[in-house]
């Protein structure tokens, strides 16, 4: 085993997930920043579309979507040679670090996305039938409950089990349950805030005022009577 080129690919995986494709999108095209100011925390997959339209969101969520296929296709052959995606602790490796990189920027100051794009290129790569019976249910919840967040959780929770279940018909691809385990978790504790929240133990975020009340001029106190 050549380790030094192992230790290559799992750095190549964190930098090419680390690319932050959806803020240098709005950047180039004037439109700030995804991350609020002063906030840390990670995106939601809405933001780049509130940001960049439905349009040029989804194509950033394509190319996001872009990092994890390339990362356990052409660069685990182009480093480590042919044969090597099917080692199971180096393709959940790269899988894993590709994510981490793109919910924790070495560009962006360790902040990022959430990884459901980059989540979604690796295993729609590794496993697609098992991947879009998950995006399916994703798509559903989201558009009965209005959001992505309840869609996101339940498909990574849904997605082991539909990948065991293909995996009780295709024995050859087994050890890819390995990454997505990886993934699943990985997720599921990136949305861990809204998970506390649905359940009642989390902090709800207070509403922006309106631009009524911004804009309404305030009334000075009365002056005292002599």
Excluded: Q
């Excluded at 925390?41 to 872009?66: K, Q, S």
């Excluded at 070495?106 to 959430?114: A, D, I, M, P, Q």
């Amino acid at each position: 085993m050549n380790y030094p080129y192992t230790v290559l690919y799992l750095v190549s995986a964190f930098l090419i997930g680390s690319l932050p494709v959806g803020e240098i999108s709005c950047r180039l095209l004037g439109r700030g920043s995804l991350f609020r100011p002063g906030e840390w925390g990670p995106m939601y997959t809405g933001d780049v579309f509130e940001a960049l339209g439905r349009p040029l969101g989804l194509l950033v969520t394509l190319l996001d979507m872009a990092k994890g296929w390339v990362v356990v296709t052409h660069l685990i052959h182009f480093v480590l040679g042919e044969g090597w995606e099917k080692v199971w602790w180096t393709v959940s490796l790269g899988g894993l670090l590709v994510v981490v990189g793109h919910c924790h920027s070495l560009f962006l100051g360790f902040r990022g996305g959430r990884g459901v794009a980059t989540s979604g290129g690796v295993l729609l790569t590794l496993l697609p039938v098992p991947t879009i019976a998950a995006l399916i249910l994703w798509v559903s919840l989201a558009f009965w409950g209005l959001s992505t967040r309840p869609g996101t959780i339940s498909a990574a929770s849904a997605m082991p089990l539909f990948s065991a279940l293909w995996v009780w018909w295709h024995p050859e691809e087994a050890f890819y349950l390995y990454v997505v385990v990886f993934l699943s978790v990985w997720t599921v504790f990136e949305y861990r805030a809204t998970m506390l929240m649905y359940i009642g133990m989390g902090r709800k975020t207070a509403p922006p005022p309106s631009s009524e009340a911004v804009s309404a001029p305030v009334e000075p106190p009365p002056s005292p009577k002599n």
